[in-house]
Structures are given as structure tokens and as C-alpha cells.
């Protein structure tokens, strides 16, 4: 992926902009898909590392994407228009960002909010569509401190 319009994205590479370049160890996702609706995709990730590793990474990458509020992600032959928008997070965990993405490819557009909360040595990144991150977050959140 190539990223055009947005030098501190660029910097950290393609699979930044999409915020799925998280170097972080012991990793898990999950991905679910609610019936009756066609905006209804939530996504959970897992990462555990050090507070300072996780808390470095994550806000690298949240503070360049919404560094710039619109940019393009070069696939192959398809282009995606993206516009970023930093958001209130919840007040949970130790540290925390939320932004809404707005992705338009071929005319069409989807909105998807993401929202990453670091606690300790983990983080919680929920992503999908923004009613669903934000009824899902606080029991992402206590999923993952019990497995932990």
C-alpha cells in the first residue's frame, strides 16, 4: 500500500494508514458480523507488550493519521479516499484514542470508528461501525484483562 497526501503516514508505511501495522507480540482478533444490517462489522485486536511500547506505537500511529484529515491509500489499481477525525474516547484504562475514519472508494462511502484503550501492558483496538465500537469497548476491554 502507498500513501499519498499524508508525509507522517508515509513515514511509518502503508499499513499504517490503515492502522494494521502494529509490531506489538501476542496478538489476537476477532471479527464479527451482526445480522439486518449492512453497517454492522465490529473487529477486536489484542496486543501485549510493554505500557510504554504499546502506549509509543499506538499513539504514533493515531497522531499521524489524524495529522491529516484527508489523504489517499494506493492498492494496487484501487484508490481509497480517507478522511480522519480524532474523537473523544471513553473514559477507560489507563490511556486512550478514538478516531472516525471515513473511507470512499468507487462512490461509495463507510464510515468505521477506531478506538484503542490501553491498560497496563494491553491494548484493546476496536474497530467497526460506530454504534457497535461504542457498546462493545468496556466488555472488549474485561474480555481481555480476565484472559490476561
Known sequence: MTVIGCPALAKLGGDAATGTS???P?????SFTYAGSSNSELSEELYSDTAARLSKGIGEIFDAMVSCPTYQVVSGSTVINVGTQGTAAPDLGDERWSQ????SVGGQR???????????N?????S???????ANLEKALAKAKVAH
Request: proline share 3%; aromatic share 6%; net charge positive.
Open 26 to 30: 501476542r496478538k489476537a482478533k476477532a
Open 128 to 134: 467497526g461501525s460506530p454504534g457497535l465500537v461504542d
Open 122 to 126: 494491553i491494548l484493546v483496538i476496536a
Open 22 to 24: 502494529l509490531g506489538f
Open 110 to 120: 463507510s464510515v468505521v470508528k477506531q478506538t484503542a484503550v490501553r491498560t497496563g
Open 100 to 103: 472516525l475514519l471515513t473511507y
